[in-house]
């Protein structure tokens, strides 16, 4: 389930329950980590080949949206339009609810687009495995977002939806230990050096902390989590740990 609703990589999932959805969401940043090498290696091989550290980076995230059908771009920018709209919660999820998107919807996904390529090329620049690691920490910290938004004291927006069907899925023990598997994924930095190592799991810290703020506001707004709140967690705390990363190079 984990793999199905994070990945664009089709599989059969047997059961369907909310029991189920808990340790979806547990799985969810391990799933993350694999996208997240994928997202790194790529970047790294177009580094390899000469071609510029942006240009490496736009690989990179292409190959990230590919693999994820750009669902969590796509939660992005509902959620901008969903809070830019102005209106009250019910007036915001129904913009949210619509295939199309809008302005704020647009500049949401070009800052983060643009944020994450640059990113992804200067850590390419610095060398394969910094990007690499920086890309796992990414991956398993974005998702980590979305475990910790399915915790007990977060409810829905709506009676329906994903966000209905996981929210309080994942019990205290269950967050703490996906906490516990992402500090370990951390160590993909290394490679690159211990210093890098650490500076990627602070990086996860700072990821959370911005999702945090957005969830509150999400929350406020709308009442809850919806599907496309949990995508924007993902991206927002992803983009988060890729930037502090890349600029955590300057100085290691």
């Known amino acids: 389930m984990a793999v199905g609703t994070f990945t664009a990589v089709p599989v059969r999932v ?6 189920t959805a808990g340790w979806a969401m547990f799985w969810a940043p391990v799933v993350g980590a694999a996208v997240g090498a994928g997202t790194g290696a790529v970047a790294a ?3 390899w080949l000469g071609l510029s550290g942006a240009l490496a980076g736009v690989l990179g995230v292409g190959a990230a949206a590919l693999v994820t059908r750009g669902l969590h771009l796509d939660g992005l920018a509902d959620l901008a339009d969903g809070l830019g ?9 129904e913009v949210m609810r619509r295939s199309d998107i809008g302005p704020f919807g647009v500049v949401a996904l070009a800052l983060v687009l643009l944020a994450q390529a640059l990113a992804l090329g200067q850590l390419a620049a610095a060398s394969p495995w910094a990007v690499v690691g920086a890309a796992v920490a990414a991956g398993a910290g974005g998702r980590l977002a ?8 977060v409810p829905s927006a709506r009676p329906e939806g994903l966000g209905a069907f996981v ?22 930095g290394l490679p690159h050096g211990a ?5 990627c799991a602070g990086a996860v810290v ?16 709308l009442g809850g989590i919806t599907g496309d ?7 927002s705390a992803g983009t988060s740990v890729l930037v502090v990363a890349a600029a955590g190079t300057a100085w290691l």
């Open 45 to 47: 091989a177009g580094a």
């Open 229 to 235: 709140v949990l995508g924007a967690l993902a991206e």
């Open 195 to 199: 210093g890098f190592a650490v500076l």
């Open 14 to 19: 047997e059961r369907v329950d909310r029991s």
């Open 146 to 153: 979305v475990t910790l938004a399915c915790t007990a004291r």
């Open 206 to 221: 700072l990821g959370l902390a911005v999702a945090g703020l957005l969830l509150r506001r999400a929350v406020r707004r």
């Open 167 to 188: 929210a309080g899925t994942v019990r205290a023990p269950l967050a703490a230990a996906a906490c516990a598997v992402v500090a370990l994924l951390c160590l993909a």
């Open 85 to 93: 709209s102005g209106r009250p919660a019910e007036g915001a999820l």
